[in-house]
């Protein structure tokens, strides 16, 4: 009986090693039709890193595209907390990545009062 139980096993491990370099084999194929991230990792890779470098969160994403580079993206940040609320500094940054969800560059293209909207525009200017 010894026997027959060391032969289950040895074949249970045996199928278990199958299964996971059947699925290890799969992985690496599947990853390459399709290097680009989801949309959903971009931009929580592009949140992430534009807070660690500019020390600020990231409150939302105003804008999202894909580019002929990789994505773009506008984010909108906390600059500086002020009471009341309605008084805090936003600023919108614009956000590039490569197609890899890798930031390449930002720049600050707007800033203001989070309790004032944007000046209306007539006359398609």
């Known amino acids: 009986m010894s026997n027959t139980k060391n032969t289950q096993e040895s074949q249970s491990a045996h199928n278990s090693q199958d299964s996971q370099s ?14 680009r991230p989801s949309p959903m990792e971009v931009l929580r890779q592009a949140r992430g890193q ?3 470098l500019t020390g600020m969160t990231a409150e939302s994403v105003s804008s999202f595209e894909q580019t002929e580079q990789g994505w773009a993206l506008e984010v909108e940040v906390l600059e500086l907390e002020r009471v009341p609320d309605t008084m805090s500094l936003m600023a919108s940054y614009q956000v590039e990545l490569d197609a890899q969800g890798q930031l390449t560059g930002y720049r600050r293209v707007r800033r203001y009062e989070r309790g004032r909207s944007d000046p209306r525009r007539t006359g398609g200017h």
Request: no cysteine; hydrophobic share 25%.
């Open 22 to 35: 059947s699925q290890n084999s799969r992985k690496p194929t599947d990853k390459a039709a399709d290097d």
């Open 50 to 52: 534009l807070a660690e």
